[in-house]
């Protein structure tokens, strides 16, 4: 166990809907990363959020936001789903902004 | 920009066989290198880490050492077991800055008794 948490831990949902992850830190770690892992891309780095910035962006979809609340949670929002956007969903945290990642269980989301 | 580049397997070996797993970089600046582990159904685990050259990261009788002038960081175990079965992924993040973890495509092991 990571202490890294995610809710839900799957997420059935149609085509052209909303979503929202939760994520969960470690204790004391101010930094949360969004990772997207499917069969195609394999695993894609998304954003990061240090203390309630956004520090780093990778190849995250318009459709897709993120933020991190001042309790340090985080929360992935995902608009307007396609087929494609189903996928394993990874949180990780870290102490600082370059220190190691720490990964959740990830949140499993299908999209019909 | 950054890449890692590894063997994709499936890798099958009977048990108490050594294993070596291939892990090459393209990466700017300094980067740490790292091997994650993903048992079916979980998450990722970090492994094992090194920061800088010449360093060996070692866990759980896996070793791996970063080498600059190959650009590898390959991994190894004397004797597997069958509860090594799992995806193993090598990643890299850039120094000097935040950014995420560039992963390889993993590769699957499957270790047969």
């Known amino acids: 166990d990571s202490g890294v948490t995610q809710t839900p831990k799957h997420l059935i949902t149609a085509t052209g809907q909303r979503v929202t992850l939760r994520c969960s830190p470690r204790s004391g770690d101010l930094s949360v990363y969004w990772y997207q892992q499917s069969l195609d891309q394999g695993l894609q780095f998304l954003i990061q959020?240090?203390?309630?910035?956004?520090?780093a962006k990778g190849n995250i979809l318009e459709r897709f936001s993120a933020q991190q609340f001042p309790d340090l949670h985080s929360e992935l929002n995902l608009s307007s789903l396609e087929l494609g956007d189903s996928a394993l969903y990874f949180c990780?945290?870290?102490?600082?902004?370059?220190?190691?990642?720490?990964f959740g269980p990830g949140t499993r989301l299908l999209v019909l | 920009g950054n890449s890692v580049t590894q063997m994709e397997g499936p890798v099958t070996l009977s048990e108490e066989a050594f294993l070596t797993i291939n892990c090459t970089y393209t990466a700017t600046g300094y980067p740490s290198l790292f091997w994650y582990v993903q048992y079916p159904g979980e998450g990722l685990q970090l492994l094992l880490k090194a920061t800088k050259a010449d360093d060996k990261g070692s866990n759980k009788g896996f070793e791996a050492t970063y080498r600059k002038e190959t650009t590898s960081f390959h991994l190894e175990k004397g004797s597997v077991q069958v509860s090594d079965s799992a995806v193993y992924f090598c990643?890299?993040?850039?120094?000097?800055?935040?950014?995420?973890?560039?992963f390889g495509k993993g590769t699957h092991l499957i270790i047969q008794p």
């Open positions: 990643a890299l993040t850039s120094g000097g800055g935040a950014d995420g973890l560039t």
């Open positions: 959020y240090y203390n309630g910035e956004e520090r």
């Open positions: 990780a945290s870290s102490v600082s902004r370059v220190g190691t990642q720490y």
